[in-house]
């Protein structure tokens, strides 16, 4: 009986797979909304109140997106000063919705590769892969690995679609 040779391995790729990018924490969103006054704008009074008294704490663990789901007059001060308090309170928040704060996610967890792991490497991004935002993370992907990699490939191994090569130097 013949060994069976896993010739993918043996060829000195390495595999992607977007799913390793995908964002873990939960999140939760802060609707800016719940403060307008006559559901129109935000007054700086009130609102610094709330901003005072509201507690805090139960946002610890969890990932913040701050937005407003109406269309109102959010004065930028007002994002400020929530991630301001979150972030006393040790909370990660962004402003952005749900595919806003994903997609930061996604963007902190590839710039926290470690490129020496991939210098002249030879990549495949795998073409089907559980991310919200495949695109996003991908072009990301390239953004972050191309400037140390010799190529990049998008798919399975047994069928990629080459996306990326180095010239050879002179």
């Given at each position: 009986?013949?060994?069976?040779?896993?010739?993918?391995?043996?060829?000195g790729?390495?595999?992607?797979?977007l799913a390793?990018?995908?964002p873990?924490?939960?999140?939760?969103?802060f609707?800016?909304?719940?403060n307008?006054?006559?559901?129109?704008?935000?007054k700086?009074?009130?609102?610094?109140?709330?901003?005072k008294?509201?507690?805090w704490?139960?946002y610890?663990?969890?990932?913040?997106?701050?937005y407003?789901?109406?269309?109102?007059?959010?004065?930028?001060?007002?994002?400020m000063l929530?991630?301001?308090?979150l972030?006393?309170?040790?909370?990660?928040?962004?402003?952005?919705?749900?595919?806003?704060?994903?997609?930061q996610?996604?963007?902190?967890?590839i710039?926290a590769?470690?490129l020496n792991?991939?210098?002249?490497?030879?990549?495949?991004i795998?073409?089907?892969?559980?991310?919200a935002h495949?695109?996003?993370a991908?072009?990301?992907?390239?953004?972050?690995?191309?400037?140390v990699?010799k190529?990049?490939?998008?798919?399975?191994?047994?069928?990629t679609?080459?996306?990326?090569?180095?010239?050879k130097?002179?």
């Amino acid at each position: 009986m013949s060994e069976i040779v896993n010739k993918i391995k043996q060829s000195g790729l390495i595999q992607m797979d977007l799913a390793d990018f995908k964002p873990k924490e939960e999140i939760e969103l802060f609707d800016l909304k719940e403060n307008l006054w006559q559901g129109i704008a935000l007054k700086e009074k009130d609102f610094r109140a709330f901003i005072k008294e509201n507690d805090w704490t139960k946002y610890q663990g969890k990932v913040i997106g701050v937005y407003c789901s109406v269309d109102a007059i959010i004065p930028t001060w007002a994002f400020m000063l929530v991630i301001s308090k979150l972030q006393e309170h040790g909370v990660i928040a962004f402003v952005g919705d749900q595919d806003e704060v994903e997609k930061q996610l996604i963007l902190a967890n590839i710039s926290a590769i470690d490129l020496n792991e991939y210098t002249d490497g030879r990549l495949i991004i795998k073409g089907c892969s559980d991310v919200a935002h495949p695109a996003f993370a991908m072009t990301e992907l390239v953004k972050k690995l191309q400037p140390v990699v010799k190529s990049i490939m998008y798919g399975e191994p047994c069928s990629t679609v080459p996306v990326y090569k180095k010239k050879k130097s002179l």
